[in-house]
Each structure stands twice: as C-alpha cells, then as structure tokens.
C-alpha cells in the first residue's frame, strides 16, 4: 500500500473536475488546494530525509506499479482537456468563472503534465518517451524535451543555462528570459544534431519542426471544433502550465553556481548544484521532483528511488511553498539568498 502513495498526485486532476463539474467558487478549488492546503500540510508533515537501502531500491524498480502511475497520467489529463474544453464551449461561464477555469486546468497540466513528461523524457524506451512528449503537447511546451536532456542538464547552474534562476534575480524576470532562452537554445541544440548527421533543416528528424507542426495541428483542432473563445481558453491554459514550470525551474538552481577550475571548465555537476526539499507532501505531489539534486547526480534514475544527499542546499520549506514565496520576491530573497553557498555569490 505504501507504493500507491503517488495516487496522491491524482488529487490535483480531481480537484480541477470538481470545479467544472460544479462551477462557481468551486473553479478555484484546484489554485486553492495546490498553492494554500498543501504548503499547509507540508508545514504539519515532517521532513523525511530516509533513503532507500539497495534491497527496497531494487524491489522498486522491479515494481511496474511506479511507471504505471505515470503512464495513467496521459488518459487522465487528455480526458480532463476534452472535459473542460466541452464545458466551456457550453456553458455560459462568468469571467471570474472562466478564469478560475483556466488556472485549474493549467495547473494540471504543469503537475500531470509536464512535471510528468519530464520524468519520461528521461527515460530509454521509446513508448515512454512518445508519453513524455504527448504530455508536453497541451502546454505548447513540446520543445522542452529538446533543451532540457540536451541543454539544461550539461549546463545546469552556469550562467550559459537558461533554466537557471541568477542570484537576486526576480521569479519574473526570469519567466521572461528562462522562457524565450530556451526556445532558442533547443533550435540552436537541434541545428547542432541536424549538422552533425549532415541533414538538412527540412529532415524528418528535425524535432523542432514536428513540434511546431504538432502544436499547430493541436490548436487548429480546436479552433475548428471548439471555436475562438475554447481555444483561448486552451492557449491560456497552456501558458499557466509552462509558467508553473518556469516557476519550478527558478527555485531548482536558484542562485547556484558551478565553480571553474584552472583550466577555465566547469566543475562536473554534484550534488551541491540543486535545491533539495524532503516535505513529504511535495514529494509525492510531485513524484520526487524535490529530491532534483539527486535526479541531475544521475538523471537516468527513477523517481520512486531517487536519494537525499546531506550536500545538497536545503530549501527550508517544499517546493509548493516555495513557488508561493517566489511570487514575493523581497520575502524569496531574505529567506534564500543567506542559503546560497557564498563561494558562488562571489563568482
């Protein structure tokens, strides 16, 4: 029973159906719920720092259980799209209504979206890759497979990495730059492949193009079936997932930094290098994505056995509450910057 904890992660999805099955207040049920009662249940849970021992590690990664939690995430959030995109189109839906909406939705596919996506990203199979990237498809997103295996996890905490937040560098500041940055750098990161097996830019390997094209063909479906205000509904839903990731990118390196040898190269990627949080709550929310200094250590590894590393900076609180804290960026900086390792302030 341990093992399903992770069914947890569901809360979210169900909260979001509750407020289009009801309306009313209850839109901001999903907002409320992920921002207000789990940063309040992660304050009354302790901090679990146990890791695993080689025997239960082993067993779970025998336990197909885990991987299928993940892949339950792909009928789970294209069935809430068609869900809420078939509400909207017939109801007559309140601005405040419609916006409550469009925050639930997008908060869904931030967390069984995208946070799910990069979990199988990362993974060897194909099938689950194919799960990774079609869940990155309702948030626009498509690309972020490209920059963050290529791009993100070779520069991780170097100025040359766009997903990671500068030092007394605002949350908003860098939705800005960490959003456009990366874009650019998985075209620069694909031309790079492209060149390097002498194909041209028109190649049916060009990713890139697929995710335009993809993206596209997505949006254009539902404009036709849907009409202009259900896509704009889906477009903004979209945006408030990729922000909740942007969000979860500013707190992961925040004012980290790889120090340079002699020789003018940066020091491989440790431990030291990601903000770890063990809040139990944010842990299963988020299937271990708080225990990241673990998941760059080794990014092949699975999240249900990722480790606590006494290196690693710990955040004082779990990353839901963080990402409310980085809204305020005076409150961010006095409780952070006294965290970040003074060797790299001074770079």
């Given at each position: 029973?341990?093992d399903?904890?992770y069914?947890?992660?569901f ?8 407020g289009?099955?009801?309306k009313?207040s ?5 907002p409320?719920y992920?921002?207000?009662c789990?940063p309040v249940?992660e304050?009354i849970f ?6 695993d021992?080689?025997d239960?590690v ?6 197909r259980?885990?991987?299928?939690l993940l892949?339950?995430n ?5 069935g809430?799209?068609?869900?809420a ?6 109801s ?6 419609f916006?409550?909406?469009?925050f639930s939705?997008?908060i869904v596919?931030?967390v ?7 979990e199988?990203?990362?993974?060897q199979?194909?099938?689950?890759r194919?799960i990774?990237k079609a ?9 972020f ?5 290529y791009g ?8 040359e ?5 500068r030092?007394n560098q ?7 730059t ?8 998985a075209w620069?990161i694909q031309?790079?492949l ?14 890139m193009l ?7 063909m ?7 079936l849907?009409g ?7 477009i903004?839903s979209?945006?408030?997932?990729f922000i909740?990731l942007?969000?979860v ?5 925040y004012?980290?930094?790889?120090l340079k040898?002699?020789s ?10 990601s903000w770890?949080?063990?809040?139990v ?22 999240y249900q056995?990722?480790d606590?590393h006494?290196e ?8 839901p509450?963080?990402m ?5 960026p005076?409150?961010?900086?006095k409780i952070?910057n ?5 060797e790299m302030?001074l770079?």
């Amino acid at each position: 029973m341990k093992d399903l904890k992770y069914l947890a992660a569901f809360s979210i999805p169900i909260c979001a159906f509750i407020g289009l099955n009801l309306k009313g207040s209850w839109v901001w049920a999903t907002p409320i719920y992920a921002f207000v009662c789990i940063p309040v249940l992660e304050l009354i849970f302790p901090v679990d720092t146990e890791n695993d021992t080689p025997d239960v590690v082993e067993n779970k990664l025998k336990n197909r259980i885990f991987d299928w939690l993940l892949y339950l995430n792909l009928p789970i959030v294209f069935g809430l799209i068609a869900y809420a995109l078939t509400v909207v189109s017939n109801s007559v839906l309140s601005t405040n209504e419609f916006v409550g909406l469009i925050f639930s939705l997008g908060i869904v596919l931030g967390v069984n979206g995208i946070n799910v996506g990069h979990e199988l990203g990362h993974r060897q199979t194909t099938n689950e890759r194919f799960i990774g990237k079609a869940l990155l498809l309702p948030s626009l997103y498509m690309h972020f497979y490209i920059e963050h295996n290529y791009g993100h996890h070779l520069h991780a905490a170097t100025p040359e990495d766009p997903a990671t937040a500068r030092y007394n560098q605002s949350v908003y500041s860098f939705w800005l730059t960490s959003t456009f940055r990366q874009y650019f750098s998985a075209w620069r990161i694909q031309n790079k492949l492209l060149k390097n097996q002498k194909l041209s830019f028109f190649s049916i390997k060009n990713d890139m193009l697929w995710y335009i094209i993809i993206q596209l063909m997505y949006l254009s479906i539902l404009g036709f079936l849907f009409g202009k205000s259900v896509l704009l509904f889906a477009i903004l839903s979209g945006v408030v997932g990729f922000i909740l990731l942007e969000t979860v990118n500013y707190i992961e390196h925040y004012g980290l930094l790889r120090l340079k040898a002699k020789s003018g190269r940066y020091e491989r990627v440790k431990e030291m290098h990601s903000w770890n949080s063990n809040h139990v709550i944010g842990r299963i929310v988020l299937y271990e994505l708080t225990r990241h200094s673990d998941h760059h250590y080794k990014s092949s590894k699975k999240y249900q056995v990722l480790d606590c590393h006494d290196e690693s900076p710990q955040m004082p609180f779990g990353y839901p509450t963080s990402m409310v804290l980085a809204m305020v960026p005076p409150l961010w900086f006095k409780i952070m910057n006294k965290r970040v390792p003074k060797e790299m302030v001074l770079q």
